[in-house]
């Protein structure tokens, strides 16, 4: 009896076949891989905002200790506080108050690149993260905020009746040195510091005259607002600020107010 024999399927049709399931194959894991980079992103995002507040907290525990705020990094410094030359912490005049970094190794925090500095979750050399203290005279007191007891010889008055410490604006459209502007774009003018970071974008070089490049252009206004996409004002940079009200309570806690 004879064998029947299966007969033989074209052989273009088993390759269109192959064809198929690889385009499927592709579209499910093309499908897959945006989420996954949005997950990823997700948990440096929440890994930023811890690394702020544990910035944050650094920074009051000094302040509490010493009595002052520390000054910031400046470039080169290995993530020390700088001073201006001459000045130390008995004058609180800082190298730079407003364009410079965390100074992490004066607050030995841990994490930080070779060079000293805390950097961001996406961890560039321009994603260290950044701080900026007022600088402001109060109460005919200079450099009050970093200089060893400032804040008492301002006194608690004379801090809580400052015309402003630093500015944080929702845009920065129409703000200056002097303050953001419109008063509907203050999100406060009684920032006593603020830690940031430039975000997953960290241009070296930000647009001219965008939010971006507001916040690292030298000078006591910030920007703050959602991250944004806008063509020549993308914006992705993080803040936390801390007013000097809770500041003051810190000192006072800590027994070094009034």
Same mark, same amino acid.
């Given at each position: @009896?004879?064998?029947? =024999?299966? $007969?033989?399927?074209?052989?273009?049709?088993?390759?269109?076949?192959?064809?198929?399931?690889?385009?499927?194959?592709?579209?499910?894991?093309?499908?897959? +891989?945006?989420?996954?980079?949005?997950?990823?992103?997700?948990?440096?995002?929440?890994?930023?905002?811890?690394?702020?507040?544990?910035?944050?907290?650094? /920074? @009051?525990?000094?302040?509490? +200790?010493?009595?002052?705020?520390?000054?910031?990094?400046? &470039?080169? #410094?290995?993530?020390?506080?700088?001073? #201006? $030359?001459?000045?130390? *912490?008995?004058?609180?005049?800082?190298?730079?108050?407003?364009?410079?970094?965390?100074?992490?190794?004066? /607050?030995?925090?841990?994490?930080?690149?070779?060079?000293?500095?805390? =950097?961001?979750?996406?961890?560039?050399?321009?994603?260290?993260?950044?701080?900026?203290?007022?600088?402001?005279?109060?109460?005919?007191?200079?450099?009050?905020?970093? =200089?060893?007891?400032? @804040?008492?010889?301002?006194?608690?008055?004379?801090?809580?009746?400052?015309?402003?410490?630093?500015?944080?604006?929702? %845009?920065?459209? &129409?703000? %200056?040195?002097?303050?953001?502007?419109?008063?509907?774009?203050?999100?406060?003018?009684?920032?006593?510091?603020?830690?940031? %970071?430039?975000?997953?974008?960290? $241009?070296?070089?930000?647009?001219?005259?965008?939010?971006?490049? =507001?916040?690292?252009?030298?000078?006591?206004?910030?920007?703050?607002?959602? *991250?944004?996409?806008? $063509?020549?004002?993308?914006?992705?940079?993080?803040?936390?600020?801390?007013?000097?009200?809770?500041?003051?309570?810190?000192?006072?806690?800590?027994?070094?107010?009034?």
């Amino acid at each position: @009896m004879r064998s029947r =024999r299966t $007969p033989e399927r074209p052989r273009g049709f088993a390759l269109l076949e192959a064809w198929i399931v690889l385009a499927i194959l592709t579209v499910l894991l093309s499908g897959l +891989a945006l989420p996954l980079a949005a997950q990823v992103q997700l948990r440096r995002q929440e890994e930023l905002r811890r690394q702020l507040e544990e910035a944050r907290d650094a /920074l @009051m525990g000094f302040a509490a +200790a010493h009595g002052r705020l520390p000054c910031p990094a400046a &470039e080169g #410094a290995n993530g020390l506080e700088s001073f #201006a $030359p001459g000045g130390d *912490a008995s004058t609180g005049a800082c190298a730079d108050f407003y364009g410079a970094y965390l100074p992490a190794a004066t /607050l030995g925090l841990a994490n930080v690149d070779g060079d000293g500095y805390a =950097r961001d979750p996406w961890a560039s050399p321009r994603n260290r993260i950044r701080y900026a203290v007022s600088g402001a005279a109060v109460n005919g007191v200079a450099n009050p905020l970093t =200089r060893t007891d400032g @804040m008492q010889a301002a006194t608690l008055a004379g801090l809580g009746n400052a015309a402003h410490y630093l500015f944080i604006c929702s %845009s920065g459209r &129409e703000a %200056s040195g002097a303050g953001c502007g419109p008063a509907v774009r203050q999100l406060t003018r009684r920032a006593a510091f603020v830690v940031f %970071s430039l975000g997953p974008n960290a $241009p070296a070089v930000p647009t001219p005259g965008s939010d971006e490049a =507001r916040n690292v252009d030298g000078d006591a206004v910030f920007v703050a607002h959602e *991250a944004s996409a806008a $063509p020549g004002d993308a914006f992705d940079d993080v803040l936390l600020w801390v007013p000097i009200h809770l500041v003051t309570h810190r000192l006072i806690v800590a027994g070094r107010l009034p």
